[in-house]
């Protein structure tokens, strides 16, 4: 089949009196934000583009189609498709949700306490079956306090009284800065509802009491650039979880909210990154991350003495806690793990007794031993003496001497942070003797704030440079070889991709690269994108400041196109997402195919109706996620086994 090419049309660009060439410019078009919610506003020219695109990734996968159906079977039968949420007990109501065999979508349900009269309040594949639509992606959903109405905000809060019309609504508070979004919640001891303006930096809260009819949002810190702050009361005291004077945070308190007599509760610790709180009648409860691990420590506030909870014998794993019940005043919660290798395990814990009962697993039908695994951690040295985590999932009988591919995951953006969660799909390639490593680089926060501030602005290409590291490692520790090296990201894991298969194509065989943020420059540069300004403080703002610009420009993957020899890439993307455009992995491709000089795979899929985490649904994710694995399989010549 005759390989695609996009019309070429000359647009020369510039800014800062640099100049530079772009053919393909012109897929962009004035009313994309149009485009995205109505697709038959897209260029006919590029629409069949897409299409040709995605006829030909079928025509070049098309001896994976039994691979891609194998793949499916295995993932889905790992999944407990009938399945049911522990219960969680508020005034009134247990609120539970359950999956269903046949059912896309999760069914939220509840029971009046003492009664045993279920009721269903939300079913997702009715709602998406109402829309009359083929994708339905799900935001937050929530029941308001007093357990009769679902709730969701703006950028602009308003009071509304039930019973009367929404034009007497009264707006209480809007947020002017674009770049600001908005959200209003409820403190722990339900006194005070909280609101609160922030972008990825910065933070701004206001609040008023619950019992005021006509609500006046009082300041409690005017916003300083690159501070975060939250806010929570209980048993009359308050407690200020701040990035103020504490890098990677601490935790103040006071007795009154407008004090600026503020003293430490948990004093800041370097390159450790300390959490919220979480209030019972006698207990507080914390956790804390460092070297891309989480801790989870309960303080009891009659003795004041603290103790970490240990869940696991294992090394590497992911905790958590929640609550059972809304009445704080009781000594039991439940407490999870899951490790790379260990499905997820919860317990009901007394803190007082120090007694658990395992009250869920996460089943697998089909069958998962975990001491078939083997987890590890290791640590790289990168470029500039910073030490690099990266956790190991493989398989007991995949042999260590450079023969094994490797998967190298990495993100490294916004201050995510990877845990070291279980992940039944992944077991369809550790189970074929493919390497599972993840990478966690700057741009997170695994190792606190300077983490992340270490890994964006100025400092973006730290992130680049800590994923090549860790390639480089593991192929001198014989997990595996140059050329062996499947790289995956996402998003601005996908700007990551970008990024390394430019500065080392030699070291992949594969890329796999989802709804990637390639044509950064151009995106930055528009700031009548929605998303764009937001963005500033994470990678800058290269149309006012020179410095930024340069910076950009020497490492955006679509002007850093070589011709040279490239891996073999697989590029993913959705005609509606409105996160990452999909002219930007449109155009990467286009150019790509222009420049390299080998015969490897270089594939584009897009979705036409879908978003920017791909196609809605538990089987639709599950179609991309064999998909994805089909194309590594076929690359690494894995297919029939």
């Given amino acids: 089949m005759k390989i695609p090419q996009l019309r070429k049309k000359l647009e020369v660009k510039s800014c800062h009196n640099i100049s530079w060439e772009d053919n393909y410019s012109w897929v962009h078009q004035e009313n994309i934000l149009e485009v995205l919610k109505d697709g038959s506003k897209l260029l006919p020219e590029v629409r069949d583009y897409l299409n040709e695109e995605n006829k030909y990734t079928d025509f070049q996968l098309k001896d994976t189609s039994e691979i891609q159906k194998t793949l499916f079977k295995e993932i889905k039968g790992r999944i407990k498709l009938e399945d049911e949420s522990l219960k969680y007990k508020d005034k009134?109501?247990?609120?539970?949700t359950k999956t269903t065999e046949k059912g896309n979508y999760s069914i939220?349900?509840?029971?009046?306490?003492?009664?045993?009269?279920?009721?269903?309040?939300?079913?997702?594949?009715?709602?998406?079956?109402?829309?009359?639509?083929?994708?339905?992606?799900?935001g937050d959903l929530e029941v308001s306090y007093n357990d009769k109405y679902l709730a969701y905000s703006l950028d602009e809060i308003f009071r509304h009284e039930i019973g009367k019309a929404v034009k007497d609504d009264i707006l209480i508070f809007e947020e002017k800065t674009k770049a600001f979004t908005v959200g209003i919640g409820l403190t722990s001891d339900e006194k005070y509802y909280l609101i609160t303006s922030s972008d990825h930096n910065t933070t701004e809260k206001y609040y008023f009491h619950v019992d005021e009819k006509i609500p006046e949002p009082k300041l409690i810190k005017e916003r300083e650039k690159g501070i975060i702050y939250s806010?929570?009361?209980?048993?009359?005291?308050?407690?200020?979880?701040?990035?103020?004077?504490?890098?990677?945070?601490?935790?103040?308190?006071?007795?009154?909210?407008?004090?600026?007599?503020?003293e430490d509760f948990i004093s800041a610790k370097d390159e450790t990154l300390i959490g919220s709180l979480i209030f019972l009648n006698n207990w507080i409860i914390r956790t804390e991350l460092t070297n891309a691990l989480d801790k989870v420590f309960i303080r009891n506030i009659i003795?004041?003495?603290?103790?970490?909870?240990?869940?696991?014998?294992?090394?590497?794993y992911d905790p958590s806690v929640s609550l059972r019940?809304?009445?704080?005043?009781?000594?039991?919660?439940?407490?999870?793990?899951?490790?790379?290798?260990?499905?997820?395990r919860t317990y009901l814990y007394n803190i007082k007794t120090k007694e658990k009962k395992l009250v869920k697993e996460q089943i697998i039908p089909s069958g998962h031993e975990p001491n078939d695994y083997i987890v590890e951690r290791l640590e790289c040295p990168s470029h500039d003496g910073r030490v690099v985590p990266i956790t190991i999932t493989r398989h007991k009988n995949t042999p260590i001497d450079g023969s094994a591919e490797l998967l190298l995951y990495g993100y490294g953006s916004y201050g995510h942070s990877m845990?070291?969660?279980?992940?039944?799909?992944?077991?369809s390639l550790i189970k074929r003797n493919i390497i599972w490593a993840t990478a966690h680089i700057r741009g997170g926060m695994e190792r606190g704030m300077k983490w992340w501030k270490e890994g964006k602005l100025l400092n973006k290409k730290n992130t680049f440079k800590d994923y090549i590291a860790c390639a480089k490692f593991l192929i001198e520790k014989k997990y595996t070889s140059k050329k062996k090296?499947?790289?995956?990201?996402?998003?601005?894991?996908?700007?990551?991709?970008?990024?390394?298969?430019?500065?080392?194509?030699?070291?992949?065989?594969?890329?796999?690269?989802?709804?990637?943020?390639?044509?950064?420059?151009?995106?930055?540069?528009?700031?009548?994108?929605?998303?764009?300004?937001?963005?500033?403080?994470?990678f800058g703002n290269a149309k006012d400041n020179k410095k930024h610009f340069d910076y950009i420009y020497s490492y955006a993957p679509y002007n850093n196109i070589k011709k040279t020899d490239y891996p073999n890439i697989l590029i993913t993307t959705s005609l509606s997402d409105n996160r990452v455009l999909f002219d930007e992995p449109l155009k990467f491709t286009a150019k790509l195919r222009e420049y390299k000089t080998d015969n490897n795979l270089l594939l584009l899929k897009t979705e036409m109706e879908a978003g920017h985490g791909g196609k809605s649904g538990r089987d639709g994710a599950i179609e991309d996620i064999a998909f994805d694995y089909a194309f590594i399989l076929k690359i690494a010549n894995k297919v029939n086994e």
């Fill in 92 to 96: 009134a109501y247990e609120y539970w």
């Fill in 325 to 344: 019940q809304k009445d704080r005043d009781t000594d039991e919660i439940y407490i999870s793990y899951s490790t790379p290798k260990t499905q997820n």
């Fill in 231 to 262: 806010i929570n009361s209980w048993n009359n005291n308050f407690y200020m979880h701040t990035n103020k004077d504490a890098e990677d945070f601490k935790i103040l308190v006071s007795k009154s909210i407008d004090s600026n007599n503020w």
């Fill in 419 to 427: 845990s070291p969660t279980f992940s039944s799909t992944r077991l």
């Fill in 108 to 138: 939220k349900l509840r029971k009046k306490i003492g009664t045993e009269n279920i009721e269903e309040i939300w079913n997702g594949d009715l709602e998406k079956k109402k829309l009359n639509t083929n994708y339905f992606g799900v």
């Fill in 303 to 316: 003795t004041n003495e603290e103790e970490e909870l240990i869940f696991t014998d294992e090394k590497v």
């Fill in 485 to 538: 090296i499947i790289g995956m990201g996402g998003s601005a894991g996908g700007l990551l991709m970008g990024v390394v298969v430019n500065e080392e194509p030699d070291l992949f065989l594969g890329v796999v690269m989802a709804v990637p943020f390639v044509d950064s420059l151009t995106t930055n540069l528009d700031h009548s994108l929605p998303l764009t300004i937001g963005e500033f403080d994470e």
